[in-house]
T-cell receptor, first 114, second 110 residues
Framework: ETGVTQTPRHLVMGMTNKKSLKCEQH?????MYWYKQSAKKPLELMFV???????ENNSVPSRFSPECPNSSHLFLHLHTLQPEDSALYLC?????????????FGSGTQLSVL | DQQVKQNSPSLSVQEGRISILNCDYT??????FLWYKKYPAEGPTFLIS?????DKNEDGRFTVFLNKSAKHLSLHIVPSQPGDSAVYFC?????????FGGGTRLMVKP
């Protein structure tokens, strides 16, 4: 399998649930990202990991907790979310983690918080 | 305030004609620009990019133009094909910051 794979594709959760989003990249890249796309809003960067170390946290609430166990895997742990957190969550990777590099995105997880 | 804006949320074009998608930015420090295309139920895919030292970059049917004085870039698709129907995002980078626009939905009618 090639590219960036995200699971699950769809997730419905209650505000008291705990769930995790998973991302795996098969491109040998050194950097991985979580982006959020809300309806009618631009893509928002949430977290950046380069060589498994977090280098950017764009003031994301603590109810979102990322984990990067190795350069190929990235998780986003979710707990006590709010309905306004419903959005498409996209994982991406790039070779070196530079902002001028092209990003390779997964298909996303469409999250609904009830 | 949004630093990268795509003011047209949607655009409809006839097959075979030219599609022009526009993007405006406010930060003069942006020095690299990228366009991504997104189909429904898929992640965005990279399309074409341009450095601020250039004013044009071409790749097949896709050409990106950069007007630094106007802080404006545009993506031209010619000829447009029904398979080009998608949402197009522009993005701009400065240092370690990448900022996306809100996207324009292109519909190419047969």
């Amino acid at each position: 399998e090639t590219g960036v794979t995200q699971t699950p594709r769809h997730l419905v959760m209650g505000m008291t649930n705990k769930k995790s989003l998973k991302c795996e990249q098969h491109l040998g890249h050194n950097a991985m990202y979580w982006y959020k796309q809300s309806a009618k809003k631009p893509l928002e960067l949430m977290f950046v990991y380069s060589l498994e170390e977090r280098v950017e946290n764009n003031s994301v609430p603590s109810r979102f907790s990322p984990e990067c166990p190795n350069s190929s895997h990235l998780f986003l742990h979710l707990h006590t979310l709010q309905p306004e957190d419903s959005a498409l969550y996209l994982c991406a990777s790039s070779q070196y983690g530079r902002a001028d590099e092209k990003l390779f995105f997964g298909s996303g997880t469409q999250l609904s918080v009830l | 305030d949004q630093q990268v804006k795509q003011n047209s949320p949607s655009l409809s074009v006839q097959e075979g004609r030219i599609s022009i998608l526009n993007c405006d930015y406010t930060n003069s420090m942006f020095d690299y620009f990228l366009w991504y295309k997104k189909y429904p139920a898929e992640g965005p895919t990279f399309l074409i990019s341009i450095s601020s030292i250039k004013d044009k970059n071409e790749d097949g049917r896709f050409t990106v133009f950069l007007n630094k004085s106007a802080k404006h870039l545009s993506l031209h698709i010619v000829p447009s094909q029904p398979g080009d129907s998608a949402v197009y995002f522009c993005a701009a980078s400065a240092g370690n910051m990448l900022t996306f626009g809100g996207g324009t939905r292109l519909m190419v009618k047969p």
